[in-house]
């Protein structure tokens, strides 16, 4: 029976997200059961596609990242896919209505990272978009379950979570990306030259993002508000451990919350959502 491989394909993408990020599984925990699934799924497709760029060196990434650039395609249209993790992408996608073009504009960006090692500000803003943005849309897909209105309005605030996640990702990963895949994301700053002056400006730039991006947190159904907040609050423990941390520390050593602290966070938050607190 196909619902058994449906299961199974689930199953993958779930054991993805558990196994890539502890942040996100606890964020997805704390959202409605009905809303664990759809985003396990969407997360193994970004997780996937973000491997091939990353760390599958010395095979032919531009090779395999088109493949599964078409080959997503085909499981959307076909509704099927041998690929577990394109086969439960897939059932998101058709069920949700999830944009073609936020997938597309998504694997542009990770196609930028095969060709691109420093961004000007148009590059960094496109990346951003593709990376980061478009993913939260996706998710807002699933949140909003067919209510364009409420999508539309929630839309900026979904775009302003993503990037901070992903400039804080960016600031959290500088010495890896720098030193090992020879990327530098932020325009106009030398990583090899890193300031104080230069982190405080992307700072500031994270702390606006936050900021437009709670009003949106506030506003989400009910169903899905407990399990953004939470990642919402984990990122900005994150930064917050950032912008305590020198420059020269921030690109000599990766920063992190220990899982431990995670868990103290978990419940914090979950405390100030239950008594209304946000």
């Given amino acids: 029976m196909k619902a058994l491989f449906d299961q199974v394909s689930t199953q993958c993408s779930k054991n993805t997200t558990k196994n890539y990020s502890t942040?996100?599984?606890?964020?997805?925990?704390?959202l409605d059961k009905n809303l664990h699934t759809p985003i396990y799924n969407i997360y193994g497709f970004v997780r996937f596609a973000d491997e091939i760029?990353?760390?599958?060196?010395?095979?032919?990434q531009a090779y395999l990242l088109e493949k599964f650039w078409?080959?997503?395609?085909?499981?959307?249209?076909?509704?099927?896919s041998l690929?577990?993790?394109?086969?439960?992408?897939?059932h998101t996608v058709n069920k949700y209505n999830i944009d073609r073009e936020l997938i597309d504009t998504f694997m542009r960006s990770m196609e930028m990272d095969l060709k691109k090692t420093i961004y000007n500000v148009e590059g960094y803003k496109e990346y951003i978009l593709g990376s980061a943005e478009v993913v939260g849309l996706m998710c807002l897909k699933v949140?909003?379950?067919?209510?364009?209105?409420?999508?539309?309005?929630?839309?900026p605030?979904?775009?302003?979570?993503?990037?901070?996640?992903?400039?804080?990702n960016f600031l959290r990963d500088a010495k890896a990306d720098f030193e090992e895949l020879g990327r530098s994301y932020f325009p106009g700053v030398?990583?090899?030259e890193f300031t104080q002056e230069d982190k405080l400006i992307i700072e500031k730039e994270i702390a606006e993002d936050f900021a437009e991006a709670l009003k949106g947190i506030k506003m989400l159904p009910r169903g899905a508000k407990r399990g953004v907040y939470l990642a919402y609050i984990y990122y900005l423990k994150l930064f917050s451990k950032i912008k305590s941390s020198p420059a020269d520390k921030v690109m000599n050593e990766r920063i992190r919350i220990s899982n431990p602290r995670k868990f103290g966070l978990m419940f914090s938050?979950?405390?100030?959502?239950?008594?209304?607190?946000l």
């Fill in 23 to 30: 942040s996100f599984s606890l964020g997805i925990y704390f």
């Fill in 53 to 60: 760029v990353d760390t599958f060196e010395g095979y032919n």
């Fill in 70 to 80: 078409k080959d997503t395609h085909e499981a959307i249209d076909q509704g099927i």
């Fill in 83 to 90: 690929n577990p993790i394109l086969n439960s992408f897939q």
């Fill in 143 to 155: 949140f909003t379950n067919g209510d364009e209105t409420e999508y539309q309005r929630l839309k």
């Fill in 157 to 168: 605030s979904a775009m302003r979570l993503g990037a901070a996640f992903q400039k804080i």
């Fill in 190 to 192: 030398n990583l090899a």
């Fill in 269 to 277: 938050s979950m405390l100030r959502y239950k008594f209304n607190l």
